[in-house]
């Protein structure tokens, strides 16, 4: 799930420096972002009763050899126990450990499927995508780290290995020292890639939210009708016991 992996990219990652040197203020802001991410550590999935609620933004350049437009999307994410709900302009995702809706606006399209377990197991995408995410971190050649205001921009750079076999020539971080947590990401990558900047800002992260996820049929029918939002949509059902 695209979405997702973006919104894990840095909320539940480990810091492992090695291979360049640390001066004091360096120490300083990786020690801030450690303890971010040690708390974060606490919350790496829902626990019964919990809904934990996001929203974000996501900019994507590409390329001029590519002819793409830039990609701006405003993003909205509750996750809970076996259930997921993600709406923005481009997808809706609306599931549970039963079943799951992908909604495909542009193109008036919903796909019915059964549900996919390892959504909510160890195993699952997002599992996946940290795993290289903390490559990257124990692949650095350089971090900077500067302070404007309550803002302090930790930049990583990774070895040249990394960027081989990723395309990511750069990562900055913004970390928000009044709200102690990471607000901005910014990765850049070299020409073998599609994509040259994606800069996703996180607006709301909260891990005690009072929102509610409804079941994933109530998002799509009314009944046994669609919704009217869904009335000229086609529905492709790829249940496997219908």
Known sequence: MREFKVIVLIAYCCFHFSGYTQNDASSKCRDKILEYLDGMQEVISPKKGQVYYMKYST????????????????????????????DDENMKIFGDDKEMFVVLPKIGKIYWNDSDPRLFTDNNAQRKFLEIERTLLKSISTIDCVTNGSKENITIVPNKD????????????????????????ENRFNEKSKIKKQIVHYEIID???????????????????????????????????K
Request: charged fraction near 30%; hydrophobic fraction near 35%.
């Open 162 to 185: 990394f960027e081989k076999k990723s395309g990511l020539i750069r990562q900055v971080l913004e970390y928000d020292v009044n709200q102690k947590r990471v607000t901005k990401v």
């Open 207 to 241: 891990y005690k939210s009072s929102k509610k996820i409804k079941k994933p049929l109530e998002y799509i029918f009314n009944g046994t009708k669609l919704k009217a939002v869904y009335k000229n949509f086609e529905i492709i059902d790829n249940r496997k016991n």
């Open 59 to 86: 900019n994507t350049t590409f390329f001029k050899k590519y002819n793409l437009p830039v990609s701006s999307t405003k993003s909205e994410m509750l996750i809970a126990e076996y259930k997921i709900f993600m």
